[in-house]
């Protein structure tokens, strides 16, 4: 099993009110890189912070970290637009972050990071792979994907109380702004990637369609962002298995996730970590309607559930990474 | 073991004469990029050609994938300033290639490069660590650097005959034009790699101090590029341990090296492949006088006479690694 990480940044995030990942609106730019850093290390090393969300509930990475701590999987991070560097080794298949969608065009080079992606995908030799995401304001950038290939579904947020009005009144802008009408991107997804997606998005689309190429498993890991991918690749024609795994945070906060996983065909995997058993300040925000999701939680999650590993252990081993994380000098944004 | 490779580029590769680590001198650029795909992946991705030199030898990451292959270590890739993108997951310490040193400074950004390469030696968590390299064009930098510290050693060449008197010519311009006298940065490093260096040099030295940081026992996987930055690292102040790991073929081109290791205070080894008992096309020419070193092929070969693998088996997976080169759609480039 081989776990890929896909980050990247769009503008999105730093319209008010959307985006819960980053301590204020400009610090979600640092949130993919840290992300990152922090899967692959258990700590920044050229970032300076633990993204966290305004009210203190930090990334799913902490997460994501620890049960990678405890089944030793092997990640693959791949960059897709940055603007902070970061000291994860990563596979760049895009170099720029993507823009408001409220502009005409949100990620011009969509059709190139596909490409890359897809190339990177085949490169896979273990018989299965997970892929995750971290993207801040991913979940406006998938409600964008979703209005545009004409499906009906929502999407989770990072906030506790789902800005869904906001979130629909910036799409409608965004789809008025690249002059495209709901539905009309339904045969070509690419170009609903390229006016009102993220560049993160593709970049997912590729190393699934890759991997697909050659005969491997792809689960994808993550929530309704993720939907939005399987839906980008059902229309893409892909009709491969995939699978969706996400948390107990997402499935409660989307009252249509199974009627969505039901359309595109997704083998559904929600997983429970058990986090109303402890009050520790890393699991507690989740329990409150926080984060939910993101950095392939849901992912690491279910592959914790397959295995001989206790959400005991992992909740344990959550803490120890926090702990790490706060006592040698990673500051806490935010909180 | 943690095997690291730094990759970048220097224009000084494009002077003619100076390098055969590429098809002509434009392609040097491709080169890094290439081996570093190479030796993740055991093919091109990205790249679209295997890196030769103008008589068709294939280059040294051949030899590495293929000893990879049989010990499984695993790799870290750094990237020190590509022009060309690789497929290969990269931690990017440096973004720009590296200025002919016929100019006046060669790598403006050497001291950054220093201190972000040491962040990330510092994370290894492995017990040892070997350092290998591909920059085309190394071996004149490298001569660069020796005589801006004072450091009267020769270097080695990837072409057959050392074209010696053409490298000393362009360090002597390179000192000139940068100002500085033969000895003159004894006290600098620093300052003699941003003048007459090339951008991966502070980055092996920071991977190198980093990881010495930490306690990790250090290999410089090379040949005379690494002596340079053993004196570098020597300059700078670092006295630990420092082991070199080169091959017979480096040995054989340079008449001083033992005395270099010692005045380093290097734990040299060298290694015989026995790649005179094989007319393959693959590693006759090392036997006839080319390449000799690079991409980590003396540390490599190192690890695998340490090993219980045999040099008959590392022979033939150097014969599976080409073939599945030139069965797989890897154009040959050059040749």
Same mark, same amino acid.
């Given at each position: 099993?081989?776990?890929?990480?896909?980050?990247? @940044?769009?503008?999105?995030?730093?319209?008010?009110?959307? @985006?819960?990942?980053?301590?204020?609106?400009?610090?979600?730019? #640092?949130?993919?890189?840290?992300?990152?850093?922090?899967? *692959?290390?258990?700590?920044?090393?050229?970032?300076?912070?633990?993204?966290? @969300?305004? *009210?203190?509930?930090?990334?799913?990475?902490?997460?994501?970290?620890?049960?990678?701590?405890?089944?030793?999987?092997?990640?693959?991070?791949?960059?897709?637009?940055?603007?902070?560097? *970061? +000291? +994860?080794?990563?596979? $760049?298949? !895009?170099? $720029?972050?993507? =823009?408001?969608?409220?502009?005409?065009?949100?990620?011009?080079?969509?059709? $190139?990071?596909?490409?890359?992606?897809?190339?990177?995908?085949?490169?896979?030799?273990?018989?299965? %792979?997970?892929?995750?995401?971290?993207?801040?304001?991913?979940?406006?950038?998938?409600?964008?994907?979703?209005?545009?290939?004409?499906?009906?579904?929502?999407?989770?947020?990072?906030?506790?109380?789902?800005?869904?009005?906001?979130?629909?009144?910036?799409?409608?802008?965004?789809?008025?702004?690249?002059?495209?009408?709901?539905?009309?991107? =339904?045969?070509?997804?690419?170009?609903?990637?390229?006016?009102?997606?993220?560049?993160?998005?593709?970049?997912?689309?590729?190393?699934?369609? !890759?991997?697909?190429?050659?005969?491997?498993?792809?689960?994808?890991?993550?929530?309704? &962002?993720?939907?939005?991918?399987?839906?980008?690749?059902? #229309?893409?024609?892909?009709?491969?298995?995939?699978?969706?795994?996400?948390?107990?945070?997402?499935?409660?906060?989307?009252?249509?996730?199974?009627?969505?996983?039901?359309?595109?065909?997704?083998?559904?995997?929600?997983?429970?970590? !058990?986090?109303?058993?402890?009050? #520790? %300040?890393?699991? $507690? &925000?989740?329990?409150?309607?926080?984060?939910?999701?993101?950095?392939?939680?849901?992912?690491?999650?279910?592959?914790?559930?397959? @295995?001989?590993?206790?959400?005991?252990?992992?909740?344990? &081993?959550?803490?120890?990474?926090?702990?790490?994380?706060?006592?040698?000098?990673?500051?806490?944004?935010?909180?």
């Amino acid at each position: 099993m081989t776990f890929v990480l896909v980050a990247g @940044s769009t503008a999105t995030a730093t319209i008010d009110g959307i @985006s819960a990942a980053g301590a204020n609106p400009d610090r979600t730019y #640092h949130t993919p890189a840290a992300d990152l850093e922090l899967v *692959t290390y258990g700590r920044p090393v050229f970032t300076d912070v633990v993204p966290m @969300s305004p *009210t203190g509930c930090p990334t799913p990475a902490v997460i994501t970290r620890a049960v990678r701590d405890l089944l030793a999987f092997e990640t693959v991070a791949i960059e897709a637009g940055l603007t902070v560097d *970061t +000291a +994860a080794p990563i596979v $760049q298949v !895009g170099d $720029q972050a993507g =823009a408001d969608i409220r502009e005409a065009e949100a990620v011009p080079d969509a059709r $190139q990071i596909f490409d890359r992606a897809r190339a990177v995908g085949r490169t896979f030799s273990n018989d299965a %792979v997970s892929i995750g995401e971290s993207v801040p304001g991913g979940t406006t950038t998938a409600l964008g994907v979703l209005r545009a290939l004409g499906e009906p579904y929502g999407v989770s947020s990072s906030l506790p109380e789902n800005p869904l009005g906001r979130k629909g009144a910036v799409v409608d802008t965004a789809l008025e702004a690249s002059g495209i009408a709901a539905g009309e991107a =339904a045969e070509d997804p690419l170009r609903a990637v390229r006016l009102v997606g993220d560049p993160v998005m593709p970049a997912v689309m590729g190393v699934a369609a !890759g991997a697909i190429d050659t005969g491997v498993d792809v689960t994808l890991a993550g929530g309704t &962002q993720m939907v939005a991918v399987a839906a980008l690749l059902r #229309h893409l024609g892909v009709d491969a298995d995939l699978a969706l795994a996400t948390t107990v945070f997402v499935d409660e906060d989307t009252d249509d996730l199974r009627e969505a996983t039901d359309a595109f065909g997704l083998d559904l995997t929600v997983t429970d970590p !058990g986090f109303e058993t402890t009050d #520790h %300040v890393a699991m $507690q &925000q989740y329990c409150q309607g926080e984060a939910k999701e993101g950095v392939g939680m849901g992912g690491a999650l279910a592959l914790a559930a397959e @295995s001989d590993v206790s959400m005991r252990d992992v909740r344990g &081993q959550i803490e120890s990474v926090y702990g790490n994380l706060t006592d040698t000098g990673g500051a806490i944004d935010g909180a």
